[in-house]
């Protein structure tokens, strides 16, 4: 079947398969047991979603042999800091860093760039602790704190398809609502397998957004989608092809292009861009959308979105036999 990300992304060819999806996540589950994962994210003023990340957690200390935590707040005032250290008092394995920056809101407030800056920075502080407490550990789970819903169970089909694909990370097919129609959530740090990038902070900052309507997500149990960067709020990595690699938002510059095309000159990136472009750069240049991985963002989400997905899918797809 044809399917259309948005209308300037070409088709991709998916074979739905719930039978194959059901193959990889018991696969997934397997080998989880046998390995260790470290959950990273930073965050400011996510208290009233805690409990979302808190069930990620927990979930994977359930399913994994060893599970670790590294969380790094700054500059919250909604009470995220005390929270987060009553939760450490009691749970294991968790580093938490709080801090007191007076940078300005990551979230609000700012203009894309220097809050995208904030946002790298932040994410760099737990990369930094990976590397010096938990480079013995299998996988890196990274999430974006602010998440409405996260299914964490869509880890483990990912986990079941390394044997096939040999991938360096994953990430997730985000869904998010507008105007009551699914859409495609973190178009920004999306770029396909040719390097076609989509949108840019010059056009944020001129006002010309993409237009969400047109971000169809992926439908799940559809095949893996090679990618040379993505997010959608929640990824796994692996330890070893991660090292070494950094958020930033710096401009492209040539040695960028000669990766990803003239399209990206003079334009500052997302920081998920030039993190995957140092792993690719590094020799770790398999990096998927799983459609299966899924997460729902959105202020005013609830679960109707799931709902509304579910209509999407069954009016826009064929049912599997």
């Known amino acids: 079947m044809n399917f259309t990300l948005r209308n300037e992304i070409r088709t991709t060819n998916f074979s739905l398969s719930v039978e194959n999806y059901s193959k990889r996540l018991m696969r997934g589950y397997?080998?989880?047991?046998?390995?260790?994962?470290?959950?990273?994210?930073?965050?400011?003023?996510?208290?009233?979603?805690?409990?979302?990340?808190?069930?990620?957690?927990?979930?994977l200390k359930r399913n994994f042999k060893e599970t670790s935590c590294v969380v790094y707040e700054n500059d919250s005032d909604d009470g995220t800091d005390r929270t987060l250290k009553e939760w450490k008092s009691k749970n294991e394995n968790i580093d938490l860093r709080c801090q007191r920056l007076k940078t300005g809101s990551t979230v609000e407030g700012v203009e894309p760039?220097?809050?995208?800056?904030?946002?790298?920075?932040?994410?760099?502080?737990?990369?930094?602790?990976?590397?010096?407490?938990?480079?013995?550990?299998?996988?890196?789970?990274?999430?974006?704190?602010?998440?409405?819903?996260?299914?964490?169970?869509?880890?483990?089909?990912?986990?079941?398809?390394?044997?096939?694909?040999?991938?360096?990370?994953?990430?997730?097919?985000?869904?998010?609502?507008?105007?009551?129609?699914?859409?495609?959530?973190?178009?920004?740090?999306?770029?396909d397998e040719n390097g076609e990038v989509y949108t840019s902070y010059k056009r944020l900052a001129a006002g010309e957004l993409w237009h969400p309507g047109l971000q169809k997500p992926y439908p799940m149990f559809s095949g893996f989608v090679k990618v040379k960067s993505?997010?959608?709020?929640?990824?796994?990595?692996?330890?070893?092809?991660?090292?070494?690699?950094?958020?930033?938002?710096?401009?492209?510059?040539?040695?960028?292009t000669s990766i990803w095309g003239d399209k990206l000159c003079d334009t500052s990136c997302s920081e998920h861009v030039a993190l995957h472009y140092d792993m690719i750069n590094n020799g770790f240049d398999k990096i998927y959308i799983n459609p299966s991985q899924m997460t729902i963002r959105g202020a005013k989400a609830n679960l109707q979105m799931l709902e509304e997905y579910k209509k999407y899918l069954d009016e826009s797809h064929p049912k599997n036999d």
């Open 30 to 59: 397997s080998l989880a047991r046998e390995s260790k994962v470290v959950l990273c994210t930073a965050m400011r003023n996510c208290n009233e979603r805690l409990d979302t990340f808190f069930n990620v957690f927990d979930f």
């Open 230 to 256: 993505a997010f959608g709020g929640m990824g796994i990595y692996k330890t070893g092809s991660i090292a070494g690699a950094r958020y930033s938002t710096y401009k492209l510059n040539n040695e960028l």
């Open 113 to 191: 760039a220097t809050r995208c800056k904030l946002i790298a920075d932040a994410r760099n502080k737990y990369l930094v602790t990976v590397e010096k407490k938990y480079s013995d550990y299998d996988y890196i789970v990274i999430v974006d704190s602010d998440m409405l819903g996260i299914f964490p169970e869509g880890l483990f089909s990912s986990l079941g398809a390394e044997e096939d694909l040999q991938w360096d990370a994953v990430t997730s097919n985000g869904i998010d609502f507008y105007q009551g129609r699914c859409i495609y959530y973190d178009i920004f740090p999306h770029m």
